[in-house]
């Protein structure tokens, strides 16, 4: 017996059937955010990466257009099991010229359109409030200055429709997210003032109708950023609050909570409250570091939370780490096949039998189990899976990125 065949078995022993998991896992999209690709340096040949967030690190062979990143969108995906999707950002606009970004529309974008299609991929995307002179300040659209307080809404509007028109041309929905970075470094006089203006600002955004089967909108909460220490206006309970009053999705990043907040922890709570919700997985160390995903235990209780609330097409999942001390394919391939262990290990647990286990306080059997599932030979079915779907199993995929590195990225 092959050790596929025994651990399905072993699996079957528990009442988990590893092709269903393996069915179910095929269908799950993940957002493979575009931003490690080039340590989120866009395409507008601006200067230095602004907002309270920072990429370290000066790895050769970072793209610097979009032949380049597409090429190595390529090489990842073609190690990455599954059809997914690209998260993109404003900043990434294919132009030959240089267009504002309060003035960008679709066809600033037809290029990207163009390529998710060949392929198969869905896009999501981001309004760009960083890297910007009209953000020198790291404020936007909680600006007390009503000319930048415009600027930055005429821009999130026309992201809006560009990820509208994303979702109607890819038949697939399109999440336009938006984090701003807005905030102080020092404790501010007046905390109420730049929240009242990032409501009117959002009030007036969203009073725009657009087609909600296609587009779907989400508000990116934090707590601090470089620089703005003291108060970060887009606070946790401000889009809590302005996201459930408005029909909105919640985008949780797990790097933007306190150390010991989980946002596992979170998801059954958002989820009894949204039909829908987001995330960016990403791993912060000490603060808001974006290191690139590993399969640890948060990753793992992330994915299980989605898996036992049942709601795999209830969460849109996207990556969001920019790491530059490391290959950069590398760093992508790492982190969404990581993502996709971690779900593929909830898919794999007895999550009915453990939770028979709480409800009749066996918490003796609880523990005992969840440990002995450590152990059970989860390696063999994710093998299974990357061979199925027509990817290097294990390590295998290592060589590959190497190669290209020699062949593509040495020489840029
Ligand atoms: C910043 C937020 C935000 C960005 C990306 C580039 O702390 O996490 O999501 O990382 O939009
Ligand atoms: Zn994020």
């Not at 989120?40 to 257009?65: H, K, Q």
């Not at 059809?83 to 309060?102: F, I, M, Q």
């Not at 979170?266 to 919700?277: D, G, N, T």
């Amino acid at each position: 017996m092959n050790t596929y065949e025994n651990a399905k078995e072993l699996y079957a022993g528990i009442g988990v059937d590893t092709e269903e998991a393996i069915r179910r896992l095929s269908g799950v999209k993940i957002s493979m955010h575009c931003w490690q690709g080039d340590d989120v340096n866009g395409f507008e040949g601006g200067g230095a990466l602004s907002g309270g967030i920072a990429a370290t690190g000066d790895y050769p062979g970072r793209a610097r257009n979009f032949e380049e990143l597409t090429s190595d969108l390529d090489a990842a995906f073609r190690l990455i099991p599954g059809r997914h999707k690209v998260n993109l950002h404003a900043s990434y606009a294919v132009t030959d010229h240089n267009v504002e970004r309060n003035a960008l529309t679709s066809a600033d974008f037809q290029a990207w359109v163009d390529y998710a299609k060949d392929r198969g991929l869905g896009l999501d995307f981001n309004p760009t409030f960083f890297s910007h002179p009209m953000a020198a300040d790291s404020l936007t659209l909680s600006s007390p200055d009503p000319v930048k307080r415009q600027y930055w809404i005429d821009h999130t509007k026309c992201c809006r429709r560009i990820a509208e028109s994303f979702g109607k041309a890819l038949g697939q929905p399109a999440l336009d997210n938006i984090w701003i970075p807005d905030g102080y470094k020092e404790v501010p006089a007046d905390r109420l003032g730049p929240r009242m203006r990032l409501k009117e600002s959002l009030d007036e955004i969203f009073s725009e109708k657009l087609d909600g089967t296609v587009l779907y909108d989400s508000v990116e909460s934090k707590v601090f950023g470089l620089g703005l220490e003291a108060y970060t206006v887009g606070s946790h309970e401000f889009y809590m609050n302005y996201a459930a009053k408005n029909g909105l999705l919640c985008l949780l990043d797990n790097g933007h909570y306190h150390p010991t907040e989980m946002v596992s922890d979170k998801i059954p709570a958002m989820l009894l409250f949204s039909e829908k919700m987001a995330l960016h997985v990403t791993r912060p160390m000490r603060w808001d570091s974006d290191h690139v995903v590993r399969f640890d235990d948060e990753l793992r209780e992330i994915a299980s939370e989605i898996v036992r609330c049942g709601a795999l097409d209830r969460v849109f999942i996207g990556l969001d780490y920019f790491d530059a001390s490391i290959n950069r394919v590398a760093a992508w391939v790492i982190g969404m096949r990581n993502m996709e262990k971690a779900l593929l290990a909830a898919l794999l647990t007895p999550h009915a039998r453990l939770k028979a286990c709480q409800d009749a306080a066996d918490f003796t059997s609880m523990l005992a189990m969840q440990e002995e599932l450590k152990t059970y030979p989860f390696a063999a079915v994710w093998d299974e899976y990357c061979a199925r779907m027509g990817v290097p199993v294990r390590e295998n995929w290592l060589p590959e990125v190497r190669q290209y590195e020699k062949d593509v990225l040495a020489n840029r």
